[in-house]
């Protein structure tokens, strides 16, 4: 497909020229999202909590301290995060600080940080594509990347959260998995995965499926063995360090929700049995199987009978806080359960994906290309097939299928050019072209053209889900003395980020209690709001009139406290305080 100069120069130069066209996606990002930048538009809950986990840790907060003191003050809660991503959002706030002052400081990492990780994806995806479809394929997959709606958001500006940071992991997991030579992919794998479950949990499936290839690889081909070694040791000693380094006070106790002695314990005793086999390695096939068997029993049932209590959920929320919030969660529910023009757009790359790495597998038969394929194969499937579990898998499905549209695209496209038939040359072209994009066809179909969309009521919500919580409509409330502010759960981190006022509680599961006493007072009496209120020392009241929380406590419990204050019920402890003009927000003085 490419020749001459420009076939020299895209395989000797690709790493520079991935990084420019890094550089550029950039900058592009960076002018088109400015006016969320300056407004520090943080969209995410995660966002603007771990914006206030650097700021405490620049404002002397302790480096293995991770409680969120004006959260549910005074005795705050403690985040199951590590500070590993905090290090690159507080190192640009630092080096910027000097040259534009400390709100632009903060306001410019936030919308810088995101876009560092895209660097390490664009470099993971390039070297697996051309090592399995072509040293020229590269561009192709950026391309093809940046066609991955759900992928592409996790790296937009002011998305500073954990989850940039482990799809890059995760691509360079494939990477290794994909590198002819095994020692140095298996280290890959194993730091990678090492990195990702320092950052946090949520990449925990693909650490195990990664791990579950490179031992069927190694069942297969007795020469897979330096891989699985090196990898073993990597993941262990990396899970230990990262441990070390990063994990909270918090986390020092046996808990399920991250990197503690629990996971600890199971990441070094699997690297121990997984480098024991790689050193190991017998001859006989069915040998390597029963010893991989025998090494897969002993973590699965030591971990049942040394961790029951981590054998269901990993958040050990109590029963009504998984009934009442963490089974409500929208990115927690399978991907068949989200409305059309949601599924639709996340589900569509990923079967293409798999589709592709099917259909270069079986290409790949009898060449040495083969395992390689088989394990992108397994690994993208997998992926999908974690859709049906939780839609959250969406970004990493995605961006495991680039290497498969990629070699579907480098299949059909020039076979399809050069057919006879002028019809087939652009129809058939047109048609590749939106399959193997489809992430990005689908998501504008969804967008311009009539189907599934939302009803009056849904846009009523999501109109006053994405106002109350921008600056402009919370600033004003500086204008009052700083005090605890009892709000709705999904607003308390906005709250806290953006006015200096704390707030009850944040949705997250170690925060547990208060999230049932936010919704217990907005369900329950006017006088057990009050109660509850008066516990947690809230002075200020303040509601999101259609916000999407808000319909839940309607729901749940007409003639509740907030039903009653939505249908504008007055109380005579309840002073409603002035906002400005057409604010979003109503805000009352709760009184003693």
Request: with cysteine; proline share 6%.
């Amino acid at each position: 497909m490419v020749d001459g100069t420009v076939a020299r120069t895209l395989d000797r130069d690709w790493v520079r020229l991935s990084l420019i066209a890094w550089v550029g996606i950039a900058i592009y990002y960076v002018a088109q999202r400015w006016t969320g930048i300056h407004y520090l538009q943080l969209g995410d809950t995660d966002d603007n909590m771990r914006l206030m986990q650097v700021r405490a840790w620049l404002g002397g907060q302790g480096w293995y301290d991770l409680r969120q003191y004006r959260l549910n003050p005074p005795l705050g809660f403690d985040m199951h995060w590590s500070r590993l991503v905090d290090l690159p959002l507080a190192g640009l706030i630092v080096l910027l600080r000097p040259f534009v002052g400390p709100r632009e400081a903060e306001m410019l990492a936030c919308g810088i940080a995101p876009l560092l990780p895209l660097g390490i994806v664009m470099l993971g995806i390039g070297a697996t594509v051309r090592r399995l479809v072509s040293v020229y394929a590269w561009p192709l997959g950026i391309v093809l990347l940046l066609c991955c709606s759900a992928t592409m958001m996790m790296y937009m500006p002011e998305r500073i959260d954990h989850h940039g940071w482990q799809l890059a992991m995760l691509s360079l997991a494939v990477a290794g998995l994909s590198d002819p030579k095994s020692a140095r992919g298996g280290a890959i794998v194993g730091v990678a995965s090492a990195v990702s479950l320092t950052i946090g949990l949520e990449m925990l499936p693909y650490a195990a499926l990664a791990g579950s290839i490179l031992t069927l690889r190694w069942i297969w081909d007795r020469s897979e063995a330096p891989r699985l070694a090196i990898y073993a040791l990597c993941l262990g000693a990396g899970s230990g360090l990262g441990y070390a380094l990063f994990a909270s006070y918090a986390d020092a106790v046996l808990r399920c929700d991250a990197l503690t002695p629990v996971w600890l314990s199971v990441m070094v005793m699997a690297g121990a049995l997984l480098f024991a086999l790689g050193w190991a390695n017998p001859a006989n096939r069915w040998v390597r199987l029963g010893l991989a068997i025998a090494a897969g029993a002993i973590i699965v049932i030591g971990f049942a009978l040394v961790f029951p209590q981590c054998l269901g959920r990993p958040e050990q929320a109590s029963p009504e806080l998984q009934k009442n919030w963490l089974n409500m969660i929208r990115e927690a529910k399978p991907i068949y359960s989200h409305p059309f023009r949601v599924a639709f757009p996340v589900a569509a790359m990923p079967i293409v994906g798999v589709i592709g790495a099917a259909v270069a597998t079986w290409r790949a038969r009898g060449t040495e290309l083969r395992g390689a394929w088989a394990t992108v194969l397994l690994f993208v499937t997998g992926a999908a097939l974690l859709l049906l579990w939780q839609a959250r898998a969406g970004p990493a499905a995605q961006m495991l299928s680039v290497p498969g549209a990629v070699a579907l695209g480098w299949l059909l496209v020039p076979s399809l050019l050069g057919n006879r038939s002028a019809l087939v040359r652009v129809l058939g072209t047109v048609a590749a072209v939106v399959v193997i994009g489809s992430g990005l066809f689908a998501g504008l179909a969804i967008r311009f053209l009539p189907i599934d969309r939302p009803s009056k009521r849904v846009q009523i919500i999501d109109r006053a889900s994405g106002q109350c919580p921008t600056m402009t409509a919370l600033r004003p409330l500086d204008r009052y003395p700083a005090q605890t502010v009892f709000s709705f759960v999904d607003l308390g981190p906005r709250i806290i980020t953006i006015t200096h006022h704390d707030a009850v509680a944040g949705p997250y599961h170690r925060n547990g209690a208060a999230i049932l006493d936010v919704q217990h007072a907005f369900s329950g009496s006017p006088e057990n709001f009050r109660a509850i209120a008066k516990r947690h020392g809230a002075t200020l009241l303040l509601v999101c009139p259609n916000m999407a929380e808000s319909t839940i406590y309607r729901v749940r419990a007409p003639g509740g406290f907030y039903d009653q204050l939505a249908h504008r019920k007055t109380f005579d402890w309840l002073e409603e305080l002035p906002m400005p003009a057409k604010s979003p927000l109503r805000l009352w003085r709760i009184k003693d």
